[in-house]
């Protein structure tokens, strides 16, 4: 009994060694990207180019008619509506879906949605601590702060415990006027989405979802006999010909990320995709820019 004890001690005595080992990783590789926004070495993106704008998006027909901005609506063919300003709440709680769900990458040559979303949740909370936001995990017991210690809490919580495929509403009361940053493939179903964003809704100001995909999730591009397999689960579904179901495929995950979109434009919520073969920095800036705090501009945005 006492040699299974000593097993299992160094068992997570090892993994609590790897854990530590990763982390200033993680704070590197996310300061990196933070301090890229910060002085101004990115390169800023033109308002309404492509589909992850910050300042405007366009019209349909669920807006109401005064909150077109004819300005930018002129300089096109497109009509456009500005998006809710982010309001400065002081309090920044951060999620980030980690388990084996986010391991994947179709390439070897891409980062997994796990390494990419931990780095974009990190450098964001970064950003938010530099800008006079208190920040902290989502999930874990860690309080809010802006100090180097509210980083590392922040950092620690990420690598050391894993996640379901969405926020699990019960581990902690949410401050409130708090602002939410999602970030994970949000590829539950539907309903459980629906479920949860209705709960945090009801607790906080403001809330980000940045979606992370890898690019084949998107477009399905292989060919041939296909074996799909939930590692969680332990699950194989094969296809004698993936060509097949192609089109169904996109379709359905169309449709999902559209429900998505819509249920964060319900909620006046901000929504960003991030597919693991783009430049981390581009959509660190964007989200940036929605959030744009008051304390870090030095006043609204025009």
């Known amino acids: 009994m006492r040699a299974l004890k000593n097993i299992s001690f160094l068992k997570y005595r090892h993994k609590a060694e790897e854990a530590a080992g990763a982390l200033p990783g993680l704070i590197m590789a996310a300061e990196k990207a933070a301090t890229s926004i910060l002085s101004g070495d990115h390169a800023q993106r033109k308002s309404g180019m492509g589909e992850k704008f910050w300042q405007f998006r366009e019209y349909d027909t669920s807006d109401r008619p005064q909150d077109i ?75 809010p702060g802006r100090s180097s210690l509210a980083i590392q809490n922040l950092g620690e919580q990420l690598i050391e415990n894993h996640t379901g ?104 919520w901000n929504w960003l995709l991030h597919t693991t073969d783009e430049d981390i920095s581009n959509t660190l800036f964007d989200s940036w820019m929605m959030m744009a705090p008051e304390s870090f501009h030095g006043g609204s945005r025009k």
């Open 165 to 268: 495929d969405l926020p699990d509403t019960a581990l902690r009361k949410i401050p409130r006027n708090s602002s939410l940053i999602l970030v994970g493939d949000f590829l539950a179903p539907s309903d459980e989405i629906k479920e949860i964003f209705d709960l945090l809704a009801n607790q906080a100001q403001n809330a980000m979802v940045v979606q992370v995909l890898d690019p084949a999730e998107l477009t399905l591009p292989f060919d041939g006999r296909v074996i799909f397999e939930r590692s969680n689960a332990n699950e194989q579904h094969h296809v004698d010909n993936v060509e097949t179901i192609r089109t169904a495929y996109q379709e359905r995950l169309h449709d999902h990320m559209g429900f998505i979109k819509d249920y964060c434009k319900k909620h006046q």
């Open 69 to 143: 901005d004819w300005r930018q609506s002129a300089k096109g063919d497109r009509v456009y509506v500005r998006e809710k300003e982010w309001q400065t709440t002081q309090t920044a709680m951060l999620w980030c879906q980690r388990n084996e769900g986010m391991d994947y990458h179709s390439q070897d040559t891409l980062p997994t949605k796990q390494d990419t979303a931990m780095t974009l949740t990190m450098a964001l909370g970064i950003l938010l601590s530099r800008a006079g936001e208190q920040i902290a995990p989502l999930e874990g017991s860690a309080m």
